[in-house]
């Protein structure tokens, strides 16, 4: 930022931070050996919508996305609004879906839409509930989500698997930012016990 900027009260939007996103794949091994929770192979990346000029160049891209990636990606808009750029891979590849996320992030972070990426969520699954562990770009830290029926949350869940994965992952600091993402994909419903997630 310049002193102008400074002086005029001006602000950059604050750029992403996807690289924290590979240290999920070797915390997710000790994540599911002290939670009993697994991968479900769902990954989303979620997006703020823009106006204007700015939504046409945004649904552009996120088009061009899903049509380079030869269908790997599927497009989700949610009831408030925002864009869901969604990754299915089996569950037992985890690294190839942070790989495919990241993709995703960069293309649009390259496109100039980087302040636009709000999060990425994994989902996980003990075979009756869902969990996610959510990634904020622009903070580069990680806090875990366990929505409940009835837009509730496990509260007490949550902070038992911050303090597992702290050794693991950045974790948010600031609980205030642990935001619910009620019917993200992947956690609007667990799967059936052993399903697994195809690739498409």
């Given at each position: 930022?310049?002193?102008?900027?400074?002086?005029?009260?001006?602000?950059?939007?604050?750029?992403?931070?996807?690289?924290?996103?590979?240290?999920?794949?070797?915390?997710?091994?000790?994540?599911?050996?002290?939670?009993?929770?697994?991968?479900?192979?769902?990954?989303?990346?979620?997006?703020?919508?823009?106006?204007?000029?700015?939504?046409?160049?945004?649904?552009?891209?996120?088009?061009?996305?899903l049509v380079l990636d030869g269908g790997r990606y599927e497009?989700?808009?949610?009831?408030?609004?925002?864009?869901?750029?969604?990754?299915?891979?089996?569950?037992?590849?985890?690294?190839?879906?942070?790989?495919?996320?990241?993709?995703?992030?960069?293309?649009?972070?390259?496109?100039?839409?980087?302040?636009?990426?709000?999060?990425?969520?994994?989902?996980?699954?003990?075979?009756?509930?869902?969990?996610?562990?959510?990634?904020?770009?622009?903070?580069?830290?990680?806090?875990?989500?366990?929505?409940?029926?009835?837009?509730?949350?496990?509260?007490?869940?949550?902070?038992?698997?911050?303090?597992?994965?702290?050794?693991?992952?950045?974790?948010?600091?600031?609980?205030?930012?642990?935001?619910?993402?009620?019917?993200?994909?992947?956690?609007?419903?667990?799967?059936?016990?052993?399903?697994?997630?195809?690739?498409?």
């Amino acid at each position: 930022m310049g002193l102008l900027d400074v002086l005029l009260g001006r602000s950059r939007p604050r750029q992403p931070n996807l690289d924290r996103l590979f240290a999920l794949p070797s915390a997710a091994i000790t994540f599911q050996t002290s939670s009993g929770f697994h991968p479900t192979g769902v990954g989303s990346v979620c997006v703020r919508p823009a106006e204007g000029a700015a939504f046409t160049g945004l649904e552009r891209e996120i088009d061009q996305i899903l049509v380079l990636d030869g269908g790997r990606y599927e497009k989700l808009t949610d009831r408030f609004g925002f864009r869901w750029l969604v990754r299915r891979t089996s569950a037992d590849d985890m690294p190839g879906l942070v790989t495919d996320l990241h993709a995703a992030n960069s293309t649009l972070r390259d496109a100039g839409f980087g302040p636009a990426l709000l999060c990425a969520v994994v989902a996980f699954s003990d075979g009756s509930r869902p969990f996610g562990l959510v990634y904020l770009f622009t903070r580069g830290t990680w806090y875990p989500f366990a929505p409940l029926a009835g837009e509730r949350r496990d509260n007490p869940l949550e902070l038992q698997m911050k303090a597992t994965l702290e050794g693991d992952l950045p974790i948010e600091p600031d609980l205030s930012r642990w935001f619910p993402l009620w019917g993200a994909p992947g956690l609007d419903e667990p799967p059936a016990p052993g399903e697994t997630t195809a690739p498409r």
